[in-house]
């Protein structure tokens, strides 16, 4: 399985990265590659193109539905509904309950159809097949409904956090995965909001908690410094640690 950082910035687009989106692919036993997106954040979808052909995403996986999350959506439904070749087969878009009404709202659509001609949209509940890939939505701590996911594919796992505070199902998640992709949006010692974001000191905790075999940090504001993330980590985690940075492409 590999991922490449399409984009990793937190909480909106920064200088040097869009917002949230995260590109897997895995071949079949067949040897079709398939490609799904983690989230697809404002700014993800342009980047998107240095990577892959967006017409050949197989599936889209919304963690929650703010909008450096979820918003490029609204630019993907064009792109699949008025391509120069044609309208696009539909493809599935998992999320939160919900997610149909929030994008229609978002591109200003009637809710009925909305873009339910261009994406079937499927609620996460339990453990699904996409291709090679198995993904369980795991439910994690943030002010709207909101997931973290496990990808299995090829006897490798990946975790991904989305957005969360501290919570036990963190320890669920990340549990003697390969790679361990997990937001730091806090830092230790600041008067931070609960039950919103992790810092680097989290992130290290639950990794080594876990068992996780690698600590990939992601979704830092533009207003913090990465590095400070990354020292909180590696001060908590004895394994590899290293920032997400767009393009960055790890086999696991």
Known sequence: MRLTIVGCSGSYPGPESPASCYLLEEEDAAGRTWRVLLDLGNGGLGALH?????LAIDAVLLSHLHADHCLDLTGYY??????PLGPQPRIPVWGPAGTA?????????PEDPGMREEFYFREWVGVERIGPFGVEPVPVNHPV???GLRVSAGGATLAYT????????????ARDVDLFLAEASFRSGDDNPPDLHLTGTDCGEVAARAAAR???????PPWHDPQDALAEAVAAYAGPVELARPGTTYQI
């Not at 240095?50 to 967006?54: E, F, I, N, S, V």
């Open 50 to 54: 240095r990577y892959a052909d967006p």
């Open 78 to 83: 064009v792109l699949r509904k008025y391509h």
């Open 101 to 109: 009404g929030r994008m229609a709202r978002a591109y200003d659509l």
């Open 145 to 147: 409904p909101a997931y």
């Open 162 to 173: 989305g957005d969360t505070g501290p919570c036990a199902s963190l320890d669920v998640l």
């Open 214 to 220: 690698r600590l990939v940090l992601t979704h830092v």
